[in-house]
């Protein structure tokens, strides 16, 4: 059975940073992408970063561009999302996500930025930045 388990969230002040992990589980996925998405109350989940099976190959929204990075272990079953200079509007619950399709060529950025690209989500993780 396949399992995402995010860990790393909490609360932080505004300007502090936060590392999250992904550890997937029950499957192979170092030859697939995986993504972050994240839901703040009252609104849509929105993609937040995503990185293919090379991890040259990141994708960002505009909104954490430059604050957050998006990594993987060398296993490739664990990835982390580096969140830096946190501000409020960063707080929502954050999900791992994890395409089954081997990522053999590259398919395009909204392919790898969409909802309903990943077939496995996570629980999710709250990640609540004061002001």
């Known amino acids: 059975q396949v399992q995402l388990v995010e860990s790393g969230g909490g609360l932080v002040q505004a300007g502090d940073s936060l590392r999250l992990s992904c550890a997937a589980s029950?499957?192979?996925?170092?030859?697939?992408?995986m993504a972050w998405f994240r839901q703040a109350p009252g609104k849509e989940r929105e993609f937040v970063a995503a990185i293919r099976q090379s991890a040259d190959n990141t994708y960002y929204a505009y909104s954490v561009k430059g604050r957050f990075t998006n990594s993987r272990d060398y296993a490739g079953n664990t990835v982390y999302l580096q969140m830096n200079s946190l501000s409020p509007e960063d707080t929502a619950v954050y999900y791992c996500?994890?395409?089954?399709?081997?990522?053999?060529?590259?398919?395009?950025?909204?392919?790898?930025?969409?909802?309903?690209?990943?077939?496995?989500w996570g629980q999710g993780i709250r990640v609540t930045v004061s002001s």
């Open positions: 996500a994890a395409d089954r399709t081997v990522d053999t060529y590259d398919r395009g950025t909204p392919y790898y930025t969409r909802k309903n690209t990943y077939d496995y």
């Open positions: 029950g499957g192979t996925f170092s030859r697939c992408a």
